[in-house]
């Protein structure tokens, strides 16, 4: 059972639309990374949100976790090529002693020119 | 650049050989750790490091040995490896291993086993 579930798993969109990808769980995370990772590297975090309902931008990427602290989005207004790659959502369970973080299934995200 | 390094950058194995993979950070973290990552995948973590002490194994084959020399420097002990085994191995570290740390990753070794 894949505790963060995240959607959708493929997305290839036009330079110039917006996005938005979702990571959802039955379970509360005290916090929650963002990461993007291009081939030939490692994961490049993006964010780290802690607090329910919680909103932060980075430049036209805008992360909101979700008030129970079970789910998170990213949003990206007016994509570009440059934003291609493999978005992982990764959270760390608040409840029990584990302190590994728990990844998501990824989000490969395709902007065409 | 990131500021975990990792070495090699692409390794090629058969599978009798022994080799290592290294991994370093000088930023002060104190918990570091190994995945595991294929294509288009998540990274599957398989140890973590906390204060220079094993702390999880994630139930990896013993033909994988990670050392923890000192706070700065981690490696990964490969011998008798299999096919399957061929991934892209990352090594992440962060502030310590407790909650909301987030982990800063190496870009990783391209691992092939012939």
């Known amino acids: 059972t894949q505790l963060l579930e995240q959607s959708p798993q493929f997305l290839s969109i036009q330079e110039g639309e917006n996005l938005t990808v979702y990571c959802n769980s039955s379970?509360?995370?005290?916090?929650l990374q963002w990461y993007r990772q291009e081939p030939g590297e490692g994961p490049v975090l993006l964010v780290t949100v802690v607090t329910g309902g919680e909103v932060k931008k980075l430049k036209r990427l805008t992360f909101q976790f979700g008030d129970a602290r079970k789910d998170s989005s990213l949003h990206i207004t007016a994509a570009q090529p440059g934003d291609t790659g493999l978005y992982l959502c990764a959270g760390q369970i608040s409840s029990g002693s584990a302190r590994q973080l728990t990844f998501g299934s990824g989000t490969q995200l395709t902007v065409l020119p | 650049d990131t500021e975990v390094t990792q070495t090699p950058k692409h390794l090629v194995m058969g599978m009798t050989n022994k080799k290592s993979l290294k991994c370093e950070q000088h930023m002060g973290h104190r918990a570091m750790y190994w995945y595991k990552q294929k294509a288009k995948k998540p990274p599957e973590l398989m140890f973590v490091y906390s204060y220079e002490k094993l702390s999880i194994n994630e139930s990896v084959p013993s033909r994988f040995s990670p050392e923890c020399p000192n706070s700065s420097l981690l490696n990964l002990h490969l011998h008798a490896l299999q096919p399957e085994d061929s991934a892209l191995y990352l090594c992440?570290?962060?502030?310590?291993?407790?909650?909301?740390?987030?982990?800063?990753f190496g870009d990783g070794t391209r691992l092939s086993i012939l």
């Open positions: 379970s509360v995370f005290s916090s």
């Open positions: 992440a570290s962060s502030q310590e291993f407790r909650d909301n740390q987030p982990q800063h």
